[in-house]
């Protein structure tokens, strides 16, 4: 669906997308990276958990939203890539013990 372009600064980083590598570049948003992957989803809804993708790009909507880094939920559309970073897609509701 979505590819980045060539003419995107050089710098390839190596991030993580529920332990899977992903390539992104230098500048990037995680919402962007996602929204390049075979199944471009952030997140489940709580109760449906239907899926649900970056839609905005620009922090208005919430449907970004993505565990970074063991735990913290931030909308990915306003998260810059850097390398090795760690991104869990959310599975539904939270529990209190997680």
Same mark, same amino acid.
């Given at each position: =669906?979505?590819?980045k #372009?060539?003419?995107?600064?050089?710098? *390839?980083?190596?991030?993580?997308?529920?332990?899977?590598?992903?390539? *992104?570049?230098?500048?990037?948003?995680?919402?962007?990276?996602?929204?390049?992957?075979?199944?471009?989803?952030?997140?489940?809804?709580?109760?449906?958990r239907?899926?649900?993708?970056?839609?905005? =790009?620009?922090?208005?909507?919430?449907?970004?939203?993505?565990?970074?880094? *063991? !735990?913290?939920?931030?909308?990915?559309? #306003?998260?810059?890539?850097?390398? !090795?970073l760690?991104?869990?897609?959310?599975?539904?509701?939270?529990? #209190?013990?997680?």
């Open positions: =669906m979505f590819r #372009l060539p003419e995107f600064p050089a710098g *390839a980083l190596t991030i993580y997308i529920d332990g899977q590598p992903a390539e *992104a570049g230098a500048g990037e948003s995680v919402a962007a990276v996602l929204l390049r992957q075979e199944e471009p989803w952030a997140r489940l809804t709580p109760v449906t239907s899926r649900r993708a970056p839609y905005c =790009m620009m922090g208005v909507c919430f449907d970004c939203v993505a565990e970074i880094e *063991a !735990g913290q939920s931030v909308q990915t559309c #306003l998260m810059p890539v850097r390398e !090795g760690r991104i869990v897609r959310c599975r539904g509701k939270r529990s #209190l013990n997680e």
